[in-house]
């Protein structure tokens, strides 16, 4: 599948480390999502872009620092971050103007270790 | 905000049986209702959704039922197969509002053969 794609797929990191995951959607979409997966916990929604501005920041630290430079590219930077951020951290993207109604497309996800 | 519950955690079956999955969730204000599934290492995918609109919603072996009064929804899948085996996410939203979805905390569907 190639409609959602993550890079990097894994990453190791330490607390004083500054990385970037990437997303890239070739979908025609406009709306994009950061979303962590933990162990045994929902997906917790991060962040909601809709035509590259942030409508949802749902209570997230401030050393995650997501970044759309458009419709199709979706970041999110990294730095200082905590073991207990260690996660799955997946991107999806849906069609524009249907609120939440709308299918979400995942990319296939980045495990991130924090040391 | 929403709060959605998911249960039970983790469901075996025998290969053929049936298998219920029940969300409830708090806002009333939620009206669409999608179900995801998400294989062994890999990305989540929508399998069905409902809209509060209507009471049932049938693709194939899969079913999804909503009760607006009591606020629950539950994925229903007959004559299981080895291939069902995954974990199993319902989610609430608000149709034409935000697009937040809020997830439950997933199912573990293992299917005996």
């Known amino acids: 599948e190639t409609g959602v794609t993550q890079t990097p797929r894994h990453l190791v990191m330490g607390m004083t480390n500054k990385k970037s995951l990437k997303c890239e959607q070739h979908l025609g979409h406009n709306a994009m999502y950061w979303y962590k997966q933990s162990a045994k916990k929902p997906l917790e929604l991060m962040f909601v872009y809709n035509f590259k501005e942030q409508t949802e920041n749902n209570s997230v630290p401030s050393r995650f620092s997501p970044e759309c430079p458009n419709s199709s590219h979706l970041f999110l930077h990294l730095h200082t971050l905590q073991p207990e951020d260690s996660a799955l951290y997946l991107c999806?993207?849906?069609?524009?103007?249907?609120?939440?109604?709308?299918?979400?497309?995942f990319g296939p996800g980045t495990r991130l270790t924090v040391l | 905000g929403e709060n959605v519950e998911q249960h039970p955690s983790t469901l075996s079956v025998q290969e053929g049986d049936s298998a219920v999955i029940k969300c409830t969730y708090s806002?009333?204000?939620?009206?669409?209702f999608p179900w995801y599934k998400q294989e062994l290492g890999k990305r989540p995918q929508l399998i069905i959704d409902?809209?509060?609109?209507?009471g049932e919603k049938k693709d194939q072996r899969i079913a999804v039922t909503l009760n607006k009064t009591a606020k629950h929804f539950s994925l229903h899948i007959t004559e299981t197969q080895p291939e069902d085996s995954a974990v199993y996410f319902c989610?609430?939203?608000?149709?034409?509002?935000?697009?937040?979805?809020?997830f439950g905390t997933g199912t573990r569907l293992t299917i005996i053969p």
């Open positions: 989610a609430s939203g608000f149709n034409f509002g935000n697009e937040k979805l809020t």
């Open positions: 999806a993207s849906s069609q524009d103007g249907g609120g939440a109604g709308n299918e979400q497309f």
């Open positions: 409902i809209r509060s609109n209507v």
């Open positions: 806002d009333s204000a939620s009206n669409y």
